[in-house]
């Protein structure tokens, strides 16, 4: 199905492949979820948050420099900064494709993935918003037939609340978190030392990093959230939480306020989904509404995407049976060929005349149980 750098889908992976594609679209459509497909050439500069070094370069005939498409998100912000009618509250998005990037952590060495994934922009910041975006998260796992999955949820102002409040400067804010992020207790020491930052605050930092697990992690952070950012992105967490709690998903959520991601990007919540048995994360997302400045609007926006590979790696195998087998002499296969094209099920229809008793051998072999022979004008259930 796949080769080490370029995906190559034949069955029964492309089986796989429009199987997900099926149940995701009626997933995403049922809660008012519109398909897109942005070109796949995105302007070069247009690139900021993620490595420019990961992209694949393509110099056009002008001199202009154009690279294929490593993500969505910047493509669906476009597409909504442009289209989005004052007259509108939201507009949702949903996309299942292609992206090309230089990868080789947690990735071996492929050069082009399959996402899926949604966008929730709107024109006005809600925490609603935040709950439908994460809850479809776990359900898109769920319908995939995963059971057993953990969906990490932190917040990146309850950080950016702490690091204003110790007088520690955007620059280094973003390396800081970057350690945290990997869980570098040695580094974040270090880095803080180097800033002269006294010991008890290194010391609130190594506890942060550690704040993981259900409700109860609120309490624990509640002790350095000592302004109102991290005090407000504390209570927006909780009522995040809760709503998800008291719908269900408590099993399948868990909060880590040690888990920091871009923070020039990201603006609020940030999530990350596990599957158990992979050490790596199938989906991420999060609140990313100061990408809309750069289009010149005033939007705010909530999404998640998913590795379509990592998740067709670890889907429970589930084949779709063939009901019927359909076989033919030269003279029949007019009335086979019609009588196919109406069939409800799923059927096997032979591609050249056999006689009798061959279909039926064939048919035994490949495991179906009924079997239509066309003899001339006459039909023949065997």
């Known amino acids: 199905m796949m080769d080490k750098k370029f995906t190559d889908y034949y069955p029964p992976g492309s089986v796989y492949y429009e199987k997900v594609r099926g149940k995701i679209s009626k997933l995403y459509e049922n809660f008012g979820y519109q398909i897109i497909e942005p070109s796949v050439f995105i302007n070069y500069d247009d690139i900021y948050f993620c490595d ?15 690279t294929l498409r490593t993500e969505y998100t910047l493509s669906a912000a476009n597409i909504a900064a442009n289209f989005f009618d004052e007259r509108q509250d939201v507009i949702k998005f949903y996309y299942f494709g292609k992206v090309f990037q230089y990868l080789t952590e947690n990735a071996g060495d492929w050069r082009e993935f399959h996402q899926i994934g949604i966008e929730n922009i709107m024109k006005k910041d ?9 809850a479809l998260a776990a ?10 999955f953990t969906v990490d949820i932190g917040e990146v102002n309850f950080f950016k609340g702490i690091t204003f409040g110790y007088g520690i400067d955007d620059e280094s804010s973003e390396m800081l978190c970057k350690l945290i992020d990997k869980k570098d207790y040695i580094g974040i020491e270090n880095f803080l030392k180097d800033k002269n930052i006294k010991s008890s605050v290194i010391d609130d930092f190594r ?14 952070a509640r002790v350095y959230a000592k302004n109102e950012i991290s005090k407000k992105s504390l209570e927006r967490l909780e009522f995040i939480y809760q709503k998800l709690k008291s719908m269900g998903y408590e099993d399948y959520i868990s909060l880590d306020l040690g888990m920091l991601k871009h923070m020039d990007y990201y603006t609020g919540i940030i999530f990350t989904g596990y599957i158990e048995g992979l050490g790596y994360p199938v989906l991420s997302g999060g609140r990313y509404d100061s990408l809309f400045s750069r289009f010149n609007r005033k939007l705010f926006a909530v999404g998640f995407a998913a590795g379509l590979e990592r998740l067709i790696e670890r889907m429970p195998v589930c084949k779709e049976a063939i009901e019927v087998y359909v076989g033919y002499d030269e003279e029949g296969f007019e009335k086979a060929f019609e009588f196919t094209k109406n069939l409800k099920g799923k059927a096997y229809f032979q591609s050249f005349p056999e006689k009798q008793e061959e279909c039926q051998e064939r048919a035994k072999n490949m495991g179906i149980e009924r079997v239509y022979y066309f003899k001339g004008k006459d039909i023949i259930l065997l």
């Open 52 to 66: 420019k070094n990961n992209s694949f370069k393509i110099v056009d005939y002008d001199g202009s420099v154009l």
């Open 207 to 220: 506890r942060i990093t550690r704040l993981y697990g259900k409700g109860d992690v609120l309490k624990d």
């Open 126 to 134: 809600d925490p609603f918003s935040d709950v439908e975006v994460i």
């Open 139 to 148: 359900e898109t796992l769920l319908e995939l037939g995963f059971l057993n």
